[in-house]
Structure formats: structure tokens, C-alpha cells
């Protein structure tokens, strides 16, 4: 940058007038910024979270698929009747079915529950600006008088 520019720049700062700072405009800028920062992590989290809950899952998996391979020949060879090893097979059904259902059913409780958060929140955020627009007119006529 020439000379004469950087003094151009420097008269045309000099000849403006410093705005004046607010409160509210320091702390939404900040507020917004930190939770734009805490949103953009979210994926990040989720993501992460869901690799290591599947990593658990396919470790059970690998688990219960070695155990069923070595307890398979120890029972094989301990001649166990065929109807009571049906009964064991119903029993765990059962017990798998009910599993499946409870997992359904608390899905659907967090997804509710998720639901009337943000409907709860979005509530709040409709009476707090309410009330700040009464606020701020309130306000306003108390500055006129």
C-alpha cells in the first residue's frame, strides 16, 4: 500500500465515529458464537458416540459368536434331550422378544421426550421474547416521560 493510501486510510478511520457498544449486542455476539462453536460439534459427538456404541456391539457379537462355537461341542457331547434344549430356545425367545419391545418402547419414550423439550423450550423462547418486547416498551414510554 502506497503512502498516500495508508494516509487516506488512516484520515477516513480517524473521521468516522466509534460506535457505540451495547450490552446485549456484546452478549448475543458472544453467546452466539459460543454455541454456534458447541452446534457444530454435535455431529462430531453423535458420530462418535454411535462408532464406539457399534464397536461394543460387534465386540459382543465376535464374543458370544466364539463362546457359542466352543460351548457348542462341550454340549454336543454331553447328549442333552432335544426337547429340553427347545424349552431353553423358547425361554431365550421370549426373553429376546420382550428385550426387542422394551428397546422399542424407550425409543419411543426419548423420541417423545425429545419432542417436548424442544416444544417445551420453543414455549419459553415465545414468553421470554414476549416479555422483552413488553420490556423494552415499557420501557421506551418510561424514557419519554
Not at 62 to 84: A, M, N, P, W, Y
Not at 109 to 127: A, L, N, Q
Not at 135 to 143: G, V
Request: proline fraction near 1%.
Amino acid at each position: 500500500m502506497s503512502t498516500k493510501e495508508q494516509t487516506a486510510l488512516k484520515n477516513s478511520i480517524s473521521n468516522e465515529k466509534p460506535s457505540k457498544i451495547s450490552i446485549c449486542d456484546l452478549s448475543q455476539n458472544n453467546a452466539s458464537e459460543i454455541l454456534q462453536k458447541m452446534e457444530y460439534q454435535v455431529p462430531i459427538y453423535l458420530q462418535g458416540y454411535s462408532d464406539l456404541f457399534t464397536k461394543y456391539l460387534h465386540s459382543f457379537n465376535t464374543v458370544f459368536g466364539t463362546c457359542r462355537i466352543s460351548e457348542k461341542q462341550f454340549f454336543d457331547k454331553l447328549g442333552i434331550d432335544h426337547t429340553v434344549m427347545q424349552e431353553i430356545a423358547d425361554y431365550w425367545n421370549f426373553v429376546k422378544n420382550l428385550t426387542l419391545i422394551q428397546i422399542e418402547l424407550n425409543s419411543k419414550f426419548v423420541e417423545d421426550y425429545i419432542e417436548f423439550r424442544v416444544s417445551t423450550i420453543e414455549s419459553i423462547d415465545k414468553s421470554i421474547t414476549s416479555m422483552l418486547d413488553y420490556y423494552s416498551k415499557t420501557l421506551s414510554e418510561f424514557n419519554k416521560k
